[in-house]
């Protein structure tokens, strides 16, 4: 097989290709690759195959849907199935902790959802009357996909050197010290302090010129960076008394991985936008949504500007609300029910915690940190070469049958939520001898 066509994203081409790990199926908690051998899946794909892989009724869904018809459009013209995911994904957003959420405009991923969340964010406040409020307000550290917008008010500094950038963007200072906050056993004790920040921003531009802010509530793929107790508290406050929309990147933490259905849920804050993509399907079919509060939606029906007639908001995709993927994310959020992933989660979650913690004390392991059914284990890097131990560590453990994921010299995990406390002690007795 020829691998030089296929340009593969936020790899190592040259190393891949030299050395490739090519997996060919999955079922259940594991892959298996070229060879037949069976990789324990450490991190759910990459971070989104929550129900587990090859799902028998999700892949009957999708295989029922493709029989029936194989796209139909959403400019102008609707379809069953996106209006009864738009309202099943609404009741499950609230159940927890009540209505929060009353309007869904599908995407087909992590990046367009981002994207599309800034945008409407943007024009809400113009059809209320405010076009002033343009700037938008991120993180350090943090990561929202690869559109324009998302690399905009993300903080990786390898997704933005190269490409032009949004304008009007400010950031957050990131809330990861290893001085004060090492070795945490779930959210942080340090770094509340930090949320302040926000108002500064607000005192250096004005809070009417601020349309909104956006937050992972654990930022994933950078590391696994978890918030302080009382901070994401805080950043919520400062956005009410300030009028700014607050943005939950829920892309990763979403749908069971902090062991409830969403961030919001964990933390108990009301995000006034809400991005999802990844476990919305289980992975098995592109899709992502940005899920509004009623007052987000009514701007642009009745507000101040909103149009008389016609279009009220000029955005979509071709894709939006596919039929395969409608059909897809129904059947996740019916496996989810069924097999109780969330209760299977919250079970094992003390277990989880107690096999990060053990890896303290290996070698080069400099802190270790948790939440839900996330995991980050942070090396000290190689001198002279960022990031090198970390990926030999990846190579290490797919040749012991695990696929880890790693970022910088971090390595991260999410497995799927149908793990059980034999997949946790392979996980972790893997690594130790890799590590050792």
């Not at 691998?3 to 908690?29: E, Q």
């Not at 070795?183 to 009417?208: K, V």
């Not at 009028?243 to 964990?266: K, P």
């Not at 029906?301 to 279009?311: E, F, R």
């Amino acid at each position: 097989m020829n691998l030089d066509a296929f340009w593969m994203p936020f790899t190592a081409n040259r190393d891949f290709k030299a050395y490739p790990r090519l997996l060919v199926s999955a079922n259940g908690m594991h892959y298996r690759d070229q060879d037949g051998r069976e990789i324990l899946d450490g991190t759910a794909g990459l971070w989104c195959v929550n129900a587990g892989h090859n799902q028998p009724r999700i892949v009957r869904a999708i295989q029922e849907c493709a029989a029936k018809v194989d796209f139909l459009p959403s400019f102008q013209m609707g379809h069953p199935l996106a209006f009864e995911l738009a309202e099943k994904l609404i009741a499950y957003s609230g159940n927890e902790s009540g209505q929060k959420f009353a309007h869904v405009f599908f995407t087909n991923s992590g990046s367009e959802s981002v994207d599309s969340a800034l945008k409407i964010a943007l024009a809400y406040h113009h059809m209320r009357g405010e076009p002033q409020r343009t700037r938008l307000i991120g993180r350090e550290r943090a990561y929202h996909g690869v559109g324009f917008g998302g690399i905009s008010v993300g903080g990786i500094a390898n997704n933005r050197k190269h490409f032009s950038l949004l304008p009007e963007v400010s950031h957050l200072p990131h809330t990861h010290n290893l001085e004060h906050n090492a070795w945490s056993r779930g959210q942080p004790a340090w770094g509340t302090h930090l949320a302040d920040e926000l108002e500064h921003i607000i005192f250096e531009h004005g809070a009417d010129t601020i349309a909104a802010v956006i937050i992972e509530p654990v930022a994933g793929s950078t590391g696994v960076l978890v918030p302080p107790q009382g901070y994401l508290e805080k950043i919520r406050a400062i956005c009410d008394r300030h009028g700014i929309l607050l943005i939950f990147d829920e892309v990763i933490t979403g749908f069971g991985r902090l062991t409830t259905r969403f961030a919001c849920d964990r933390f108990g804050i009301q995000p006034d936008i809400m991005t999802v993509a990844k476990g919305l399907t289980n992975a098995s079919v592109p899709m992502g949504a940005v899920l509004v509060k009623a007052a987000i939606h009514d701007a642009f029906m009745q507000g101040k500007h909103a149009p008389t007639s016609g279009i009220e908001l000029f955005h979509g995709y071709t894709t939006t609300a596919h039929p395969l993927a409608c059909a897809a994310a129904l059947a996740t959020l019916e496996v989810h029910e069924k097999l109780g992933l969330l209760e299977n989660a919250k079970g094992l979650e003390q277990y989880w915690e107690d096999a990060v913690h053990s890896l303290r004390g290996l070698p080069h392991v400099i802190d270790l940190r948790n939440l839900g059914i996330i995991a980050g284990i942070e090396l000290e890097p190689i001198p002279g070469q960022p990031g090198a131990r970390a990926y030999q560590v990846l190579k290490d453990a797919f040749e012991k049958g695990l696929m880890i994921r790693v970022t910088g010299d971090i390595i991260a995990l999410s497995p799927p939520l149908i793990l059980e406390k034999e997949h946790i002690d392979r996980m972790f007795r893997t690594l130790t001898e890799i590590l050792k």
